[in-house]
């Protein structure tokens, strides 16, 4: 469900015409609808309606402060990865005590900066993780709230690069062992338990396999509460998946039904992490045909728009429709719709039927708001592109577009060398 709509043969975000934002401030640009991304925070908070919960929005889908803001309005908290996403998180008004801090990776210093912010909890991912937490927390005189994030060695059914609640993968501890590792942090002095968390993938378009790693999870979890430990904040990742071409994800309400159907959630405070869920169908890459070309009887449509501006396609082979933003004649051509990147990997679509668009159309990449302009980057020196956030007839410029001296502002050349 999303608002981006076709009206008079043209492609509208909300009330705004695309074209004219192009027209404004050129392209490629992401552009969000703020009505899209509200809708669907308030279907996953009203599945789990009259239950406690926190949902913890995944920053790392869409960072921008103003996505960031917007969430933090509906009442949304943020499961963060780095320092910089705390950083932005709190910059964007999300309360410490609605913030969850995963990751394998964290440093010192992101652990210290955490710590003086007072973040609700650190999802533990090792016992050297564990330790290094415990000692920071002692020498600043605090006491942090940790969960472990267990890995239940469960088959999202994902792509492989987005699975991460397998044995093999990096993520959380053995499921088997995180009752020791849980006697261990009772040990300590600096840390208190105050949950478990997991995640086990993303994009999922199946509802099982939430519940079988939730059924392992139950298990630990009445463990634990048979040594006296309380666990307050059951934290179940997210990973619920969306239609990018065809696929039928189960509804937030299905979700939830099946997740209170194995939890007795009223022991303790559920909380969520959906990411895609909440901005992925929420955003747009709207781009230009530069040119058209033929390659030994194959069609090429070259865009502005590349691989650093979405690299989905490259890294996942993931599909996003392509569509025009005026409609056109209806004609279409096979075509590979690339970028201007210099590596063949470097395209948006291969051997998709679209409109049979001529130098100068626009195009509309859908469902590019998660991870779209977040794992974006400057290769090949390209300023990253510009978004934008439209409300009703408004639209609203929530990142410039880099220019030129963006690209160098944090470089030096040494006087030594010259
Ligand atoms: N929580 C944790 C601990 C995560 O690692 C992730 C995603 C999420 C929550 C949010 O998952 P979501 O609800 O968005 O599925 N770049 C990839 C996706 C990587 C997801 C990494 N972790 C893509 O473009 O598909």
Request: net charge neutral; charged share 25%; with cysteine.
């Amino acid at each position: 469900m999303d608002f981006f709509h076709y009206k008079n043969g043209k492609l509208f975000c909300e009330d705004k015409g695309i074209a004219e934002i192009a027209e404004l401030i050129g392209t490629p640009f992401y552009i969000y609808s703020h009505a899209t991304l509200t809708h669907h925070y308030r279907v996953f908070s009203d599945a789990f309606k009259d239950k406690a919960k926190i949902i913890c929005y995944a920053a790392k889908a869409n960072s921008n402060i103003a996505i960031l803001r917007v969430l933090a309005s509906l009442g949304a908290g943020a499961d963060i990865v780095s320092g910089g996403e705390l950083f932005r998180s709190l910059e964007a008004g999300i309360p410490a005590s609605k913030i969850v801090y995963s990751g394998v990776g964290k440093t010192p210093t992101e652990i210290e900066y955490a710590l003086q912010a007072d973040i609700l909890m650190f999802n533990v991912e090792s016992l050297q993780e564990l330790d290094a937490i415990n000692t920071i927390a002692g020498s600043m005189g605090k006491v942090a709230r940790v969960a472990m994030r267990v890995n239940p060695d469960v088959d999202p059914q994902t792509h492989p690069k987005i699975s991460t609640g397998l044995k093999e993968n990096k993520f959380g501890v053995d499921i088997k062992e995180a009752p020791a590792y849980y006697q261990r942090a009772q040990q300590l002095d600096n840390v208190e338990i105050v949950g478990i968390s997991c995640h086990i993938g993303s994009q999922l378009t199946k509802i099982a396999p939430f519940v079988d790693a939730l059924k392992r999870i139950k298990a630990l979890m009445e463990k634990l509460e048979g040594w006296g430990i309380d666990i307050k904040y059951l934290d179940l990742g997210g990973g619920l998946g969306i239609t990018y071409k065809d696929e039928e994800p189960p509804s937030p309400a299905s979700y939830a039904r099946e997740i209170l159907s194995v939890i007795d959630s009223s022991k303790t405070t559920l909380i969520f992490e959906p990411g895609r869920v909440l901005v992925g169908n929420a955003g747009v890459l709207v781009t230009r045909v530069l040119y058209t070309k033929e390659n030994h009887g194959k069609k090429f449509v070259v865009v502005d728009a590349g691989m650093n501006d979405l690299i989905r396609p490259s890294f996942y082979e993931s599909y996003h429709k392509i569509q025009p933003v005026y409609v056109g004649t209806g004609k279409t051509v096979v075509a590979d719709v690339v970028g201007p990147i210099c590596e063949t990997g470097d395209y948006l679509a291969r051997q998709r039927e679209i409109a049979d668009v001529q130098q100068g159309d626009l195009l509309a990449v859908m469902s590019s708001g998660a991870y779209g302009f977040t794992m974006s980057s400057n290769y090949n020196s390209r300023g990253r592109a510009a978004e934008v956030l439209v409300a009703g007839k408004k639209a609203h410029l929530i990142r410039k577009r880099e220019k030129y001296q963006d690209l160098i502002k944090l470089e030096r050349i040494p006087k030594q060398i010259v």
